[in-house]
């Protein structure tokens, strides 16, 4: 290589004419163009990868939680303190409607009481264990899908009529119109019994709920199980679910005794624990692409400095310090990076944009998804955190390359490093 | 064949320290790849384990129905001669069942459940019979006592030695009624199923239904693919009912089985892309710092398709160390987490997805060998650039750089 030497003989006064470096650097890049675009491209590949699947990750953990809290459970609800572990009749939040009033005074908060009650549901001769739900239908539709998915007949709108998943009117032999009559305990230790009408059948998409779920009126239930003005549940959630963060406080003051505010990362602890999974192993998988990538920066860096010991040892016995050398190799890896970043980030940044308005179809992969409470498009999350979280790892991974390939230039005894060949 | 052997070798050694830094490279991405194929192939074996177990089986004989309505009118009676041979050693096990939905109720509580009756003798092929029990498990089909699981039990609040209440629908389409005994409590790691399945002798739950039916007949085979052998040959001595294998029973287990398989790939060709960037760069910076010299050869008379071999076989003798190293080191570390990775802090979120809370990790030879291969044809594609770069400066040029 008998390029002309491009660094100038540093005296006091350049010394500081970090233009210069900049320069330079620059220029010295594209001494060798092709292993400039290999390294950058191995930069750009890494920062593409991880930015996008960082922000896919994000947006399918967003989509995750969106609809486990939209499908039945919401954002956050109200229960006695010991119902989640004991789940008895008698542990109920009361009293109930005031509760719910002063709720609803939050401005875009949408509120449904709940009352469940374990029963024996049966039609004619056949009977099944169910949970029977006394929920208020038209707070329900705002704020959980389940009660979309009637297959049959309608929601019930008077209170003798119930709602019944089509798994269990099957296996009941029941129809539309049919008596269901419930059979439980009573709060006070009584028998409680309902006897309603079928109105309408539903499939969720969850044979075990549909199986165990049936739904009428609160009042119903109140009245047939004796519970008066107590619910087991309220249930809350926002339009958006990014304001319920900001309203905890409010909805969680206040409250009747033994009652606590859960909000979904408490309700929905698997789906918590599975973004968590999840993360654990995406970090792995990023971990050793970068690491990958850093090492094959710091081979081209190997490169670079032993193709120009000449170079060095001439500098050097012209009295210019180890320092400026090493520093003017640190922004050379520096502009590598941007320039590798830029693509990287360019390209991420156009397919993430084009993904986040189009969503990416799941395809085959659809039923699996719905499992796993995924809807059928995925949509990534844009994210600052997503875009430059590999670039800076990758930033200092090429700084510390550079750096530690350029120590040996303290050691470079300059006579010996230009008789170099 | 071997001066160019040798003749590579040579050249490799000539820049230690650049060779060594791919190495190392190559090494970090076959053992990275190597070590997630462990983790991945053992969530796919966990995951059908898992659903195996969940009383399952690899392939199961119902009738006609059962699945929609599960209800004991959908039941078939079952003679051992019935049951087809089978090769020895392709069998683990087979139990047949009798499985209705049921209400149970201790003092205090209801639930709606299912109740199984079972032969104790035979449910070693599925998760109760591993499961840690608290008091006693079952004596025999004769057992008229009940196995509850340690979630439901705490739910009904109740414990070993009471009695609970349960209703069930007989074969006449009454329902019956009966006080059972606790005989234990059964822990299955995770609370879905132990809030399910109620388990009771067979003979004791067909006397109280009034059947000597069964709904239910599940083979255990020994490896995965033996279910479609088992599947045929059920079949044909079934020609009345319905035989399907885990995969048509649990399809979403069976989507995500493949979408484990497919993973494997697309981890091997990210982490092989990122790694191709470093080795075409070193590649050629190793091939232009002798194009002096490989201008002369070949101004002497060597022909190109050899200067292409010496590259290939370069990149091929890197790739094989490089592989070798990394296969070490992945077995190293699979060594060391052989024993399985804790998850049981995550352990409702790993029951979500479908596995258990300890991944145990699994090694197969065959993926390890095909990473192998892979890798080396990548090393093999990844040095056709560098060939060619240095073919198509002619000899004459060459020589005077």
Redesign the interface.
Known sequence: MTQTLSLPVPTKASKGDTGLTWRLAWRNLWRNP??TW??A??IA??SL?VTLSMSLQQGSYDAMVSSATGFYLGQAQINHVLYEE???LEQTVAPADELRRSLEQVPGLHVAPRAQV???ASVG???????VVGVDFEVEQKLVSFFDRVTQGRLPVDEGEVLVGE?LA??LGAQLGDELVLL??GKEGGIGALALTIAGLYDSGRP?LD??LVFTHLASVQNGFGLGDEVHAMVLGFDEIEALAPNLPRLSRGLPDNAELRTWQQLL?????????DRI?AV??YG??L???T??V???F??II?ERTREFGMLLALGTRPGIIMRQVQAEALMMWLVGTAIGLLLSNLLVGWAAVQGIPLG??E??AA??YMPSRLYPAISLYAMSLAPLVLLVGTQLAAFFVTLRVRRLKPVEALRAE | MKLLFQLSIRNLLRNK??NA??L??IA??VA?VNA?NT?LRGYQYGMLESAINNLTGHVKVMAEGYV????VKHSFQLNSEQLPQLPVGMVVGWADRLRV????MSE??????ELVGVDPAKESISFIGEAKIEGEFLQGADDGRVLVGKELAR?L?TAVGRRLVL?A?GAD???RERGYRIAGTYDAEGTGLEK?YVFVGLNSLQALLETEAVTELSVRVDREEQRLPAKSALRAAFPDLQVKDWRELD??VA??FK?ADASLFI?FF??M???T??????L??AVMERVKELGMMRALGMQNSTVLVQVVLESIILMTVGVVLGTGISLLIYWSIADGID?S?????????GVSSILQPVLLSEDVFLVAVMSIILGILASFYPAWRVIKIRPLDALRR
């Open positions: 092709r292993r290999l390294t491209g191995g590949f890494a990868l004991e789940g008895k374990f029963a024996l001769q056949r009977s099944f264990g169910a949970a798994a099957r296996n439980g305990t075990e199986r165990s602890p698997e789906v918590v624990q599975s973004i968590e999974l192993s792995l998988f050793s692409i690491v990958l990538v090492f094959s710091v081979n081209t190997i490169m032993f085959m992969m039923e699996m499992q796993y | 320290r650049r830094m791919l190392v490279a970090v991405a990275g997630s983790l929609d309505d599960p209800n939905p049921a209400v149970i205090r509580e209801t639930r709606g459940i739910q609040q209703i629908q389409g009454l329902n399910n399809p979403q989507e995500m979408f981890w990210l982490m892309g990122a790694l960037f470093g080795l075409v760069n070193s050629i910076a998850l802090a995550y352990a409702e979120g790993a029951e979500m997805v």
